[in-house]
């Protein structure tokens, strides 16, 4: 069974940095993409970043800028670096993964607990 276990979340003042990550276990072959989703009170849950297996990264509109998504394929673990962090960052954050496993075969997607983040202006 593969797990995602994220850490780092917490409570940061406007204006400063966080760190996230996730790491994934489990007999995995390999992992595809890898992404970060956010869910704040009252509000649907969204795709902040995403990473590729061949590095290749994808943004929210929101956070341009400001997180960097990154990953270690051999570590099987990824990362957010949130910088300029404003009080509408406050949210869960959510870890996934497409995980091809060794029971499988074949993609899932596997979701993380979520880490809360909470800003405070």
């Not at 649907?44 to 590095?55: D, H």
């Not at 956070?63 to 990154?70: C, E, Q």
């Not at 880490?115 to 202006?121: D, F």
Request: net charge positive.
């Amino acid at each position: 069974q593969v797990q995602l276990v994220e850490s780092g979340g917490g409570l940061v003042q406007s204006g400063g940095s966080l760190r996230l990550s996730c790491a994934a276990s489990g007999s995995i072959v390999s992992i595809n993409v890898m992404g970060w989703y956010r869910q704040a009170p009252g509000k649907q849950r969204e795709l902040v970043a995403s990473i590729a297996s061949g590095g290749s990264t994808n943004y929210a509109d929101f956070v341009k800028g400001r997180f960097t998504i990154s990953r270690d394929n051999a570590r099987k673990t990824a990362s957010l670096q949130m910088n300029s962090l404003k009080p509408e960052d406050t949210a869960v954050y959510y870890c996934n993964m497409d995980v091809m496993s060794k029971v499988l075969y074949s993609y899932r997607e596997v979701w993380g607990q979520g880490t809360l983040v909470t800003v405070s202006s």
